[in-house]
């Protein structure tokens, strides 16, 4: 059984940072994409990132780039978001999501990602 695991989420000011982690088990993601995905309050899930570590691929959301690295480690089976400069407008529930196939790629839509995680809540206040 394939499993998602999100980590480290939590309530910080404007400005502020936080490091997702994601820790995957049941299979391996070498060559298989895996992202990030938010859900705001109110609002339909959204992609931020997403990573495919075997071939050094990365791709943002126009919101996040610049602010937001994403990266894997194969050791582990995890990946990571590092959030900076975060504004009260990355307040959502982030969601890890991993491909099924290995497709070298990376994806910005949802229904690419098979596997999904729980969501661990990141809360920006002002």
């Known amino acids: 059984q394939v499993q998602l695991v999100e980590s480290g989420g939590g309530s910080v000011q404007a400005g502020d940072s936080l490091r997702l982690s994601c820790t995957a088990s049941g299979r391996s993601f070498d060559g298989s994409a895996v992202a990030w995905f938010r859900q705001p309050p109110g609002k339909d899930r959204e992609f931020v990132a997403s990573?495919?570590?075997?071939?050094?691929?990365?791709s943002y959301a126009d919101s996040v780039e610049a602010r937001f690295t994403v990266s894997g480690e194969r050791d582990k089976n995890s990946i990571y978001l590092q959030m900076n400069r975060l504004k009260p407008e990355d307040t959502a529930v982030y969601y890890c999501?991993?491909?099924?196939?290995?497709?070298?790629?990376?994806?910005?839509?949802?229904?690419?990602?098979?596997?999904w995680g729980q969501g661990t809540q990141v809360t920006v206040s002002s």
């Open positions: 999501a991993g491909e099924r196939a290995f497709s070298w790629q990376v994806y910005n839509y949802a229904w690419a990602y098979e596997f």
């Open positions: 990573i495919n570590w075997n071939v050094g691929r990365t």
